[in-house]
């Protein structure tokens, strides 16, 4: 902590707990207590339950569960194949290739995200590509909605990367293939784990545009929580809700450790 007195970190500490308990602690505590009630007696909910737990983990829930996350890996994986790609090639075409794909990459992001879902409704609605009522254009449209995520962040590894070790590995007669896949990827490892887990999370979040797109056979876990909570389930959707945040947190724990052995290799 850059305050050194004991006076300053105690207020530092204060200011800390003021602005992040009622900002952030304090709704997901409610949502918490709010998964094992029954009802609202005053300010809080009320009559404990594990009942809609139950249902969380069975039937149509687990469905929506199994289908977030394959529909997250699935899309941060390609995202980050993508990105990585992208990252190197600016890299390699100078500052204005950069920029012009830094252009493309964030166009995503520059527009809300239900845009970015009709775009997608719009263009694979008709032949050649027809995907519209499949799995494939909720992949699609995460994909399309993260990969900028992976190319930023690897970018930015890129540009910190000490040259050094790509010099003395290539004096030594190493191939540019060798170069990158036993210097250059092995040093952005930890990068690449970083940006994974940051497209992982957005994806399993992402709910505006996977509203516009999704089939009835593939149904992703904020739909469902949406839906409850629609239908007055208020109870229920709090239970999907901490699943879902269950969820996104084991897997981000396990993508830290991994970064975390990268980073000591």
Request: proline fraction near 6%; charged fraction near 10%.
């Amino acid at each position: 902590m850059l305050v050194h007195s004991r006076t300053g970190r105690r207020a530092v500490w204060a200011v800390f707990a003021v602005l992040f308990v009622p900002l952030f602690a304090l709704p997901l505590l409610v949502i918490l207590t709010a998964s094992f009630a029954t009802h609202w007696s005053g300010a809080l909910p009320s009559g404990p339950t594990t009942a809609h737990y139950t249902a969380a983990v069975r039937g149509e829930s687990l469905r929506a569960l199994t289908t977030s996350l394959v529909t997250a890996v699935t899309a941060s994986l390609v995202a980050l194949t993508v990105g990585t790609w992208a990252a190197l090639a600016g890299a390699a075409l100078g500052r204005k290739g950069r920029k012009v794909l830094d252009a493309l990459f964030m166009l995503p992001v520059a527009v809300p995200s239900v845009v970015v879902g009709l775009a997608v409704l719009v263009a694979f609605s008709q032949p050649p590509v027809l995907l519209n009522g499949t799995r494939w254009i909720v992949l699609l449209a995460h994909t399309v909605l993260v990969t900028a995520f992976a190319h930023q962040s690897v970018s930015a590894a890129i540009r910190r990367l000490d040259p050094m070790y790509e010099q003395a590995a290539a004096s030594l007669g190493a191939r540019p293939s060798y170069v990158l896949l036993r210097v250059r990827l092995p040093l952005l490892l930890p990068s690449l784990t970083a940006a994974a887990g940051l497209c992982f999370a957005l994806s399993m979040g992402e709910l505006s545009a996977t509203m516009m797109l999704y089939p009835p056979d593939w149904v992703p876990l904020p739909v469902l929580v949406f839906t409850s909570t629609d239908r007055g389930s208020l109870f229920t959707g709090s239970a999907l809700a901490v699943v879902l945040m269950a969820a996104t947190l084991l897997v981000l724990l396990a993508v830290s450790r991994i970064r975390t052995r990268a980073s000591f290799r």
